[in-house]
């Protein structure tokens, strides 16, 4: 490990990695700290797969590219009959990412996070790291004792910690909040038989789909209680009469077949509506796999493979940049010089009270400024992923993965050249 780099990111989820990979492809000197023992953030802790499908003419997708090709060679990424390629193996990508990271010669310091930082007015000269278990502590880490000199501090921690460090100016109000969510996966499916059952029971193709690779069947699904005309609504209702799940357990139920294993299905539920406790996030998981179980064709041996490490966040700080992004730029399609971000994915707020959630479709693409990667009051401090500057109802639609990986990509390219 060095004492200087060029770069130094704070998170290594899916806007970190991105900016580590194509900052030292292009020629920088990147450290990357994370918390946790493997990158890939919301995709390998979270469990948020697929990553959703955004517009065909999305800029900054090298890493994305990437990524997939390398999950490909390793059985680890499927292409889905709608065209996305961001149908990824959460523990798999684990594998790809640290093979990304070494072949670029990315440093990685794990189970570490930055405790303080040097800075002289606006400018972040040097970070202090301290690893979270002390007993495991090796000669490596008494490096980490010294400060660490940087060009640029990049926070891709999710929820501003670096920018929370240096008392930066945050544009969240308290009310501007989205439930949380704590996703699983269960294996031991017959997926042909449940997909075939599927179909049948739902004819709208906008909400289930299924269809053949490498000859093994994958499918998705949805239901919520924002919406009355779900084919799934009679399955649910029985479920809640017989007292297997309760009304708020069925309040959001989306799934999705994972990349590499037939078997498998991941969910996108439960929607935590109070922000429980993991507790009883985990019991809500536990009611589904037995309405998974008792009530859908197929999953009559199924179990519970996996369970998130951590609750899927789709709200946080939010900091105040060079430039705050607004919904009104989003929906009237705003240009600017420097984008990093092209999209058209919709305005997406969930909400914890029924009929309420919103998703607003967008028809035209929307770009997203450097200038909102850039902390206010500070020359060579960045953040990335959903904390960046916008206002809450842009960042909803701005959250997605293939959006971080894009800002993450775009930065990277736009210090590479300064």
Not at 242 to 258: G, K, M, P, R, W
């Amino acid at each position: 490990m060095k004492t200087k780099y060029d770069v130094i990111i704070a998170g290594g989820g899916t806007s970190g990695v991105s900016c580590a990979y194509i900052a030292a492809k292009s020629g920088l000197s990147v450290l990357l700290i994370e918390k946790n023992s493997y990158l890939g953030g919301a995709i390998t802790s979270s469990l948020v797969i697929p990553a959703m499908k955004t517009s065909e003419n999305a800029i900054n997708t090298d890493f994305f590219n990437e990524l997939y090709k390398n999950l490909s060679e390793i059985n680890g990424a499927i292409t889905y009959c709608d065209g996305n390629k961001g149908w990824f193996n959460p523990e798999l990508t684990k594998i790809a990412l640290d093979k990304m990271m070494l072949d670029t010669a990315v440093d990685v310091i794990f189970d570490s996070y930055i405790a303080d930082i040097n800075t002289e007015g606006s400018q972040i000269l040097s970070v202090y790291i301290n690893t979270i278990d002390d007993n495991n502590r090796t000669c490596y880490y008494q490096e980490l004792l010294s400060p660490i000199e940087t060009r640029y501090l990049i926070d891709a921690t999710g929820d501003a910690k670096i920018c929370q460090k240096l008392n930066c100016e945050f544009l969240n109000k308290n009310f501007e909040i989205q439930p949380t969510s704590l996703r699983f996966i269960m294996s031991g499916i017959n997926v042909e038989e449940f997909s075939s059952w599927l179909m049948e029971l739902d004819k709208d193709r906008d909400v289930t789909t299924a269809c053949k690779i490498d000859g093994y069947t994958y499918c998705s699904t949805a239901y919520t209680w924002d919406n009355s005309k779900w084919a799934l609504k009679p399955v649910f209702e029985r479920a809640i009469a017989d007292n297997i799940i309760t009304n708020e357990d069925a309040n959001y139920f989306q799934l999705f077949s994972v990349a590499g294993t037939p078997d498998s299905i991941a969910f996108n539920a439960p929607r935590l509506l109070h922000n429980e406790s993991y507790m009883e996030g985990r019991a809500r998981v536990l009611r589904l796999s037995l309405f998974c179980r008792n009530y859908l064709k197929g999953f009559e041996n199924a179990y519970i493979s996996s369970i998130a490490d951590s609750i899927g966040v789709r709200v946080s700080n939010r900091v105040k940049g060079k430039y705050i992004y607004t919904i009104d730029d989003l929906l009237t399609s705003k240009t600017f010089s420097n984008p990093v971000v092209v999209s058209n994915y919709p305005v997406d707020i969930h909400s914890k009270d029924k009929d309420s959630s919103t998703l607003q479709k967008v028809y035209k693409e929307y770009q997203l400024p450097l200038e909102s990667l850039q902390v206010d009051g500070y020359n060579n401090l960045f953040v990335i992923g959903r904390c960046i500057s916008t206002d809450f109802k842009s960042q909803a639609a701005l959250r997605i993965i293939p959006s971080c990986f894009s800002m993450g990509e775009g930065l990277a390219k736009y210090l590479a050249n300064k």
